[in-house]
């Protein structure tokens, strides 16, 4: 019996969610007085041991070359074997991008129930239950798995990173593996800037910005709060911002610690996407904008005379100049 | 090239959410059902365009429901696809329905198989991997962009922070999302169409569900708005240092 945690790495390096996933592993295994062991897939340049830090015992590191590339179908057969041998009985993801491709292929191959992305622990008393949220954040649901293997995928920033001490035994293994199906020709990372599903805070800016040209002071405010920037769908709609900016019921979802909502109007379907993050600030030239009675904060006043300001006092908090 | 499109029904994006039975059950009452617009605007859209450039395409709907679910796949065959399939069942978990999905695929020799990224009322974003589990094929995720040259196709997925493009054999499943296709509204022939396109009624084949839904519950309300004056941002920032912690 144990707790198995898949590590998710871009460029050779855990991603934040996989860390907050091997977090939320290793306390289920603690609830449940197991042990957490990890699985790391193709090359890696981070120190596994390390990954003892967040409380697993173990590292599974299988370096095969053919996982250097991403194939849902590779990883899942990778991850089912190594689950099987190691007797997992829960199998923790994180469900990001990549998660989301995996997990339900682990679901249906090991007829393990899933929970896709989990917000809570297990409660593990008696059932396995966890919550998760539904309709797109307006609810949540206690989902309770019935088969002797549970998969969980965490939401991103649903659990924190959580340091424990301690050093992981790092074992080779190997798996069968076939060639992949799926040829990665390109991969497009925009670097130096935060990804959007992975931010702890997001700037975002909706048509009360007016144009493209504006965008300035959005980028201004995130740049001095390391921030994601983001955008309302119209916006994303008319070409102001790329479409992966778009947040909302039709976009991204997000659950960032501080959203900065500048000139949006507070749309139920883009409070769909924006309702799980935990203060929300409200920046919009009309009192009666929906958008304030879902906010922590607000200010009534006009973005372009607002938000320069803002971005100062931060500035001058911060100390950079 | 046979393609088969997953359609779900949804509760329209402005309903009222409650629920039932001691919140064991969604309250239905008054609620508008649509077309889970992933299934719709990128999903659909994108196989008819796919129809358009080689008409000799086949498009087939699939959706796993009750008798309540015709009138919206009905709006779906309005839009385009040659024919429906509904699986009488009364949709339980991801798997339950993947399955179904699953043994429909069987049958028809799919070469492409689209679902939506997710829909909008339980968010598992999983009945995608899991038919392409299911029948053994590869799974494109997230898809933003999707190519087809005789059998090859070239996809562009979401990766953190960008995007990767794949290139691949059919057939495959692909979860559509955002970028794949324009929002179109059905015109009057379409719908028109629509009333005599083939409904097929097939019975669910035998398969446990693997989790059940316990209860919901409701988010716990804002504790309601700080307002702070726009000549006083700073007051703004010490909030969000000292009392919110955020910044
Ligand atoms: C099925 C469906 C799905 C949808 N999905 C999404 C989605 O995923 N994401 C999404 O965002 N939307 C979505 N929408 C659209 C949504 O309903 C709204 O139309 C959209 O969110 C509005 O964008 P906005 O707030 O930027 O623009 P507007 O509603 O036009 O609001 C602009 C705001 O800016 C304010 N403003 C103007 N000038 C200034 C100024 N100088 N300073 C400060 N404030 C100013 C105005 O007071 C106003 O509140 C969806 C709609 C449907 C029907
Ligand atoms: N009852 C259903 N019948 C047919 N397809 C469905 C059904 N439910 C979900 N789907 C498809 O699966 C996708 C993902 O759903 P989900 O895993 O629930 O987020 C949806 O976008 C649909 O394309």
């Known amino acids: 019996m144990s707790v198995l945690i898949f590590v998710d790495t871009a460029e050779g390096q855990a991603k934040k969610s996989s860390l907050e996933a091997l977090s939320y592993g290793a306390k289920i295994a603690e609830q449940t007085g197991t042990a957490a062991e990890a699985v790391v897939l193709g090359a890696a340049s981070e120190d596994l041991a390390a990954l003892g830090r967040f409380g697993v015992k173990k590292v599974h590191h299988v370096t095969a070359d053919v996982f250097n590339n991403f194939d849902a179908q590779l990883y899942t057969k990778a991850i089912a074997e190594l689950a099987t041998a190691s007797g997992a009985d829960v199998i923790v993801l994180s469900h990001n991008l990549n998660g989301k491709a995996i997990a339900p292929r682990l679901s249906a191959r ?151 909502a500048i000139g949006i109007s507070g749309a139920i379907q883009h409070l769909a996407g924006v309702n799980r993050s935990k203060v929300i600030v409200v920046i919009n030239k009309d009192p009666e904008a929906p958008f304030f009675k879902a906010a922590d904060y607000g200010i009534v006043g006009d973005a372009f005379e607002v938000v320069p300001k803002l971005t100062e006092a931060i500035r001058k908090l911060k100390g950079v100049s | 090239m046979k393609i088969l499109v997953c359609i779900s029904k949804t509760p329209d994006t402005t309903a009222k959410i409650a629920f039932t039975d001691n919140n064991t059950k969604f309250d239905t009452a008054g609620v508008q059902w649509i077309i889970n617009p992933y299934d719709e605007w990128y999903a659909l859209v994108r196989a008819i365009e796919l129809k358009e450039k080689d008409p000799a395409t086949v498009i087939h709907l699939i959706t796993v429901g009750g008798a309540d679910a015709e009138p919206v796949i009905r709006k779906a065959l309005a839009l385009g696809g040659d024919e429906a399939i509904r699986v009488n069942a009364d949709s339980q978990d991801s798997f339950y329905i993947a399955s179904q999905i699953a043994a429909v695929a069987k049958e028809g020799g799919y070469d492409l198989i689209f679902t939506g990224k997710e829909t909008i009322d339980y968010n598992g974003s999983a009945i995608g991997g899991m038919v392409a589990e299911l029948l053994d094929m590869p799974f494109i995720s ?40 324009e929002q179109r509204i059905p015109n009057m022939r379409g719908i028109m169409a629509a009333r005599t396109k083939p409904l097929k009624v097939v019975e669910p084949a035998a398969v446990d569900a693997l989790t059940s839904v316990t209860s919901f519950g409701l988010p716990p309300a804002k504790a309601g708005v700080k307002l702070v004056p726009a000549d006083n941002v700073e007051e703004l920032v010490r909030l969000l240092h000292e009392e919110a912690k955020a910044i």
């Open chain 1, 110 to 260: 090991l007829k393990a129930g899933l929970v896709p992305g989990a917000v809570s622990l297990p409660e593990t008393g008696g059932a396995f239950t966890v919550r998760k949220n539904v309709f797109s954040g307006k609810a949540f649901a206690n989902v309770t798995v019935n088969t002797p293997i549970k998969i969980v995928s965490l939401n991103p920033n649903a659990y924190p990173v959580t340091e424990t001490g301690g050093t992981a035994e790092v074992v080779a293994a190997t798996v069968q593996a076939n060639e992949a199906r799926v040829k990665v020709a390109s991969v497009n990372r925009a670097s130096g800037e935060v990804p959007l599903t992975e931010a702890e805070v997001v700037v975002s800016g909706g048509r009360g910005l007016k144009g493209p040209e504006h965008w300035g002071i959005v980028e201004d405010l995130a740049k001095v709060l390391h921030a994601a920037t983001a955008c309302s769908r119209p916006v994303a709609d008319a070409h102001w911002r790329p479409h992966n900016e778009h947040v909302g019921q039709t976009g991204f979802a997000i659950a960032p610690n501080l959203y900065i």
């Open chain 2, 142 to 181: 997230l898809a933003a962009k999707l190519e087809l040259n005789g059998t090859a196709a070239t996809l562009t997925r979401e990766i953190e922070g960008g995007e990767e493009v794949n290139e691949v054999s059919l057939p495959i499943v692909v979860s559509a999302q955002k970028g794949m296709a």
